[in-house]
């Protein structure tokens, strides 16, 4: 991209090297420029104004941004430059005013593209003011070669010897950095071929220019030929899509404020186009935001309002592409007796496919589908009876689970939404769906549906967020397609499927990219052509790394020294956030979010793991379930323990050593689970009655971690790891699973995560031993992978770091005062030291879309730091605090709120983030 912000530079000192330009230019017979510009250009960017251009985004947002890129730098200071040497005095602006400047964007290869620059020469005067500018300049070596009759001169840097090359054609100047591109103009225009205008003739019917930043024609039969130079694969799908979307679009280019956009109208080509499959299509808003997750990186969304009409089309586009398509579609309809046509009837117009952010590397990218219906009875009643017919025909077990009381199906059809709604539908190997209010929601991943019902019901979703929901509100109401990209979330998407020459660009420019955060495409059927809107949303996405300390928002003092975390728990009447903390009076306290001491209450012994909030009674109120080293408690919100509780679990004769509440299908209908220290675990009822065979379980030696449950494919699985280095997995009553208890020969601790798939041999147990071996296990027993990690010295701890959501994670590696985060890959991500070779307290949060933060805590010292997922120190002041912290981030204010405990006080403090 350097080249094009060059050739303004170099096109100031080309057009007075031949003295022959008068004579060349006066003889012949003029033409606009843009009959020049050849029919296989892409893109051309049209000017009229330059230097008024250039001036008016001096002091925008995102050209301050852009600064960061080396390119757009070069390009200011070229041009600067240029603005110095001609005195100041208005000279560029004269020779650029209502001038067309055109730059058109060609394929020089396969892997490459590069940019020609046109300009029309108004007058002869226009030259001697660009000789003065020109006498300035030492460093270019100048040549001439003669093609096809035409001189074509070429100036050849002395500094980095690339060559730009350039030729006067019938009262234009025609450059480039790739000569085969002004070889091609000259030859298009000799032999009269159809030229860029002409291939696109029904955009240039509307095209007008205004007063703004400029105009960009599009030529899309050229588009996936330009995305096959960026990707590394083959994804012949979107290919044809791109191939086939359209013929030509003409939109008009401003800037305002942090945002940009792009306005004009996409005309479909007569034959075959993606786009006229919503011909005739009334378009409509988006109303399905309250359903998209907040991990949410690319959305594509469609209106329509005759469902039959609109999938009888995409059929017949995809057919013209594929013959073999309604062949296909056909026999899937025959062999399991449907009709996809009634599909069509129950569909209410809007439909959207959404592909998730996943922080693992995946064949097939997480997706799910949302149909809107009219009949959510029919429309269920028609998707269940073709799971059980699949399942019959496949000779296998229907499957369904029920999940916080939805009931989950799999559709065993490969690749059904592929049939259902078209070939870009595809990536489905398996198909799962549910209903949620009026909608169908299919997914190709089993554990992304959970996922989506908890986001909904805590309302972690685009609808709930401001910025989303924001954006979505500020784009076009009446579309009929919407391609809507959360950048920062498609970040890891795009790096995967770029090659590795634009992979490597773009993490050089993570930030300037990321920072263009929220992108929307837009189509709306009117009048046979496309009125098109893209639309920007810009803003500053990297972490406030400079800081110098944090405001306060409260401060409150306990009568003896804190010696828990601070465990924040939510209040169901007002939805605020409250903090519970025990001191070492063993008194545990909750306190509002003003400072208020709401209750306190005297307990035996010391908190052990984590306070969870649980609904017992099934009514939307919250209780507190926590164990302390000898008995179990469940309090309600006002401290008052409920019937039953406390209660001791077991004998005295050993303590409680992990605690966790188990809700299998989120029904609550709740387990406690209890770990003794001599490997003991109980499993009870929420009223604490013992179950089956655990009165208890006997581990027979020390549990290394807190026992887990685990849901695949409506199977319960109970997994335990032991310090001496047994895996064990067992089902709910607590029955070894076969080829478990596994041995991995090596002493483990407290490190457990889930990679959870579609089948038992896709879902992962991953564990660290305390020798540095990463293990991944599969739930049917095997080894998957055994890696060893770079362990320096025998002394070295690893650690597996989850996200507050248990969702992601990273891995921790501390050698004596060294401590090193590193991707679940184990790829380095930084490396602290500190004065302390006590073994630190490390927590991640993932607050936002590239709004990570890793906290590490030096016990010893009582300071938490906090870090960039770059490894930068958010507070130049640590944080004082001897343990865990917790973290809430308000996505309406940008604002982040650290719960911290030192001594004797519990506070809050903010920053921005």
């Known amino acids: 991209m350097r080249r094009i912000f060059i050739i303004i530079f170099l096109f100031i000192l080309i057009l007075a090297s031949g003295y022959g330009i008068y004579y060349y230019w006066d003889k012949q017979k003029s033409l606009d420029a843009w009959s020049l510009v050849p029919e296989n250009t892409f893109l051309v960017y049209e000017n009229n104004n330059l230097v008024s251009a250039w001036n008016s985004i001096q002091e925008n947002p995102i050209w301050k941004d852009l600064q960061n890129i080396e390119y757009f730098k070069s ?339 490969k690749e059904f939404p592929y049939q259902l709604l078209g070939k870009n539908f595809k990536g489905f190997t398996h198909s799962f769906f549910t209903t949620i209010d009026d909608n169908m929601i299919i997914s190709n991943d089993i554990q992304s549906l959970k996922e989506l019902i908890l986001d909904i019901e805590t309302e972690n979703t685009w609808g709930k967020s401001i910025k989303e929901n924001q954006f979505i509100e500020s784009t076009l109401q009446e579309s009929n397609l919407n391609i809507f990209i959360n950048i920062p979330q498609a970040w890891s998407l795009l790096l995967d499927n770029l090659n590795e020459r634009w992979r490597k660009n773009f993490m050089e420019n993570e930030y300037p990219v990321k920072n263009f955060d929220m992108l929307a495409f837009q189509f709306s059927n009117e009048n046979e052509r496309y009125y098109s809107n893209i639309e920007v949303l810009h803003s500053d996405n990297r972490v406030n790394n400079e800081m110098k300390y944090f405001d306060k928002l409260m401060q409150v003092d306990i009568a003896s020294p804190i010696i828990s975390k601070p465990h924040v728990v939510k209040n169901h ?141 409506s199977k319960d699985f109970m997994v335990v790891l032991q310090e001496n280095g047994l895996v064990k997995v067992m089902s709910r009553n607590g029955e070894m699973k076969p080829n478990f208890p596994i041995n991995i020969n090596d002493r483990l601790s407290n490190n457990l995560y889930f990679e959870i798939g579609n089948s038992f041999e896709s879902s992962y147990l991953v564990t660290i031993t305390d020798g540095g071996a990463l293990v991944k296990i599969s739930f049917t027993g095997k080894i998957d992978k055994k890696e060893q990690l770079y362990m320096p010295n025998k002394e070295t701890i690893f650690k597996i770091v989850k996200n507050a959501s248990e969702r992601s994670y990273l891995l921790a590696r501390q050698d004596l005062s060294r401590v090193s985060v590193l991707k679940p890959s184990g790829e380095m991500m930084f490396e602290k030291d500190y004065l302390s070779k006590d073994e630190m307290e490390i927590q991640y949060y993932e607050l936002a879309p590239n709004k990570e933060i890793i906290a590490i805590t030096d016990k010893k010292q009582a300071f938490t730091y906090l870090y960039t997922r770059e490894g930068q120190l958010i507070n130049q002041q640590p944080i004082e605090s001897a343990d865990e912290i917790a973290m809430i981030y308000y996505n309406k204010d940008n604002e982040v709120h650290v719960y911290k405990c030192h001594k004797n006080t519990f506070s809050i403090l903010k920053f921005n983030i």
């Open 75 to 413: 390009l200011k200071e070229n041009f600067e430059a240029l603005d110095s040497l001609s005195g100041k005095s208005g000279i560029l602006d004269e020779v650029f005013r209502n001038n067309h400047l055109l730059i058109g964007m060609s394929i020089i290869s396969n892997n490459d593209f590069d940019f020609v620059f046109y300009q029309s020469l108004k007058n002869t005067e226009q030259i001697e003011i660009i000789k003065k500018i020109e006498s300035k300049f030492e460093e270019f070596k100048k040549s001439e070669r003669v093609f096809n009759k035409n001189t074509i001169y070429e100036l050849k840097s002395t500094g980095d010897g690339k060559t730009f090359s350039y030729v006067l054609l019938r009262g234009n100047f025609v450059g480039s950095f790739s000569p085969v591109l002004v070889e091609d103009v000259i030859r298009n225009l000799e032999r009269d071929e159809e030229n860029f205008q002409e291939s696109i003739v029904e955009v240039f019917k509307i095209a007008n220019f205004q007063d703004d930043l400029g105009n960009l024609y599009i030529n899309f039969e050229r588009l996936d030929k330009i995305v096959k130079i960026f990707t590394k694969s083959d994804q012949s799908i979107l290919f044809n899509v791109l191939s086939q979307f359209s013929e030509g679009a003409f939109l008009d280019l401003f800037v305002d404020g942090d945002d940009l956009y792009l306005n004009g109208f996409t005309f479909p080509q007569d034959s075959i186009s993606y786009l006229n499959t919503y011909r005739g299509q009334t378009g409509g808003d988006v109303t399905l935001e309250n359903y998209f997750p907040s991990k949410t990186a690319i959305v594509i969304h469609e209106r329509f309002n005759d469902a039959q009409t609109f999938q009888d089309k995409k059929v017949k586009f995809w057919g013209g592409i594929d013959r073999d398509y309604p062949r296909e579609r056909n026999l899937i309809a025959e062999q399991y007796e449907t009709d996809f046509r009634e599909f069509h009837q129950f569909m209410a117009g809007e439909n959207a496919q959404v592909i998730l952010n996943s922080n693992q590397d995946l064949e097939e990218s997480k997706k799910l589908i949302f149909i809107k219906m009219t009949d959510k009875n029919e429309g269920l009643n028609k998707f269940n009876k073709l799971s059980e017919e699949a399942a019959k025909l496949q000779q296998d077990t229907l499957y369904y689970e029920y999940y916080a009381e939805n009931e989950i199906r799999e559709l065993l059809i």
């Open 573 to 713: 009447n007002t939805g605020l956030f409250e903090t519970l903390v025990q001191d070492s009076a063993y008194n545990l306290h909750l306190i509002s979010n003003n400072g208020d001491i709401l209750w306190s209450e005297p307990l035996e012994a010391p908190i052990i793991g984590e306070v969870f909030q649980m609904d017992y009674y099934q009514n939307n109120k919250l209780q507190y379930a926590f164990a302390t080293t000898e008995k179990v408690y469940l309090l309600d919100r006002n401290g008052i323990a409920l019937e039953y509780f406390p209660k001791v679990i077991g004998d005295n004769t050993s303590e409680n050593q992990y605690f966790n509440v188990i809700d299998y299908d989120k029904s609550r209908t709740y387990r406690l689970l209890i770990a003794k220290e001599n490997g003991d675990i109980f499993l009870t009822s929420k009223y604490g009655d013992t179950l089956g065979d655990w009165k208890p379980l006997k581990m027979n030696d020390k549990i290394a971690a807190r026992p887990e449950h685990i849901r695949i494919r």
